[in-house]
């Protein structure tokens, strides 16, 4: 298909483990942006590339939050010893162009529990 | 720093009545503003975009928003609801000085009762 992908869907993981999320984004696309989503919450901004390079990682919650996408294209977003405070869908995102004015196309997610 | 406001959790609409979400912004710049749509277990969904030009904006689905600059408001629209309308909106907005992130409202759920 054309659009996002992640993967996996669904997670569950016992507390203290390690997590990875994987997205595709749309081909070509130059942006990619993970997001959390909180139960009942609007997504909140974690971090974003501009092909390879890791331009913004403000969102990050903590040092156990890591992501890469080191050939400018798949991208993993990696969780250390999970808590479940972690427990939450994580949303990808890609836009086609740099800059402000172009949406961003969202993937299905990966719902994520910590238990 | 910027940021949306969407008051209302809930929005409750008989099939056939016009139906409006409601979106305040604050941006320090130009406001670039979005509405998403999120169906149940389903990522979000781009409706349509305000970045300049007319303050009425149309989008997917038959709806529309209304950009009000002396209101710093972006509501979201649409003349005849559908049941299959039924679902989680949010309101994004990003400004100039802020090339990467948009942020997001706390969504609203649409229910349309037939």
């Known amino acids: 298909g054309a659009g996002v992908s992640q993967s996996p869907r669904y997670k569950v993981a016992k507390r203290g483990q390690d997590v990875a999320l994987r997205c595709d984004p749309i081909s070509g696309h130059v942006s990619l942006f993970w997001y959390q989503q909180a139960l009942g919450q609007g997504p909140e901004f974690l971090t974003y590339f501009q092909n390879e390079a890791q331009l913004d990682k403000s969102g990050l919650p903590s040092d156990r939050f890591f992501a890469e996408r080191p050939e400018g294209s798949v991208s993993t977003l990696k969780i250390q010893r999970t808590q479940q405070e972690d427990s939450a869908v994580y949303l990808c995102?890609?836009?086609?162009?740099?800059?402000?004015?172009?949406?961003?196309?969202f993937g299905p997610g990966t719902r994520l529990t910590v238990l | 720093a910027q940021s949306v406001a969407q008051p209302e959790d809930q929005v409750n609409v008989a099939e056939g009545n016009p139906l409006t979400v409601k979106c305040t912004y604050s941006v320090s710049g130009n406001p670039y503003l979005f509405w998403y749509v999120q169906y149940p277990n389903r990522g979000l969904q781009f409706l349509l975009k305000y970045i300049t030009g007319d303050n009425l904006v149309k989008g997917s689905y038959g709806f529309e928003a209304e950009f009000n600059k002396s209101q710093t408001s972006f509501h979201l629209k649409k003349p005849s609801a559908l049941v299959s309308d039924s679902a989680l909106y949010f309101c994004?907005?990003?400004?100039?000085?802020?090339?990467?992130?948009?942020?997001f409202g706390s969504g609203t759920r649409l229910s349309i009762r037939p």
């Open positions: 994004a907005v990003r400004d100039d000085s802020s090339a990467s992130k948009i942020i």
């Open positions: 995102a890609s836009v086609l162009l740099v800059g402000g004015r172009s949406e961003q196309f």
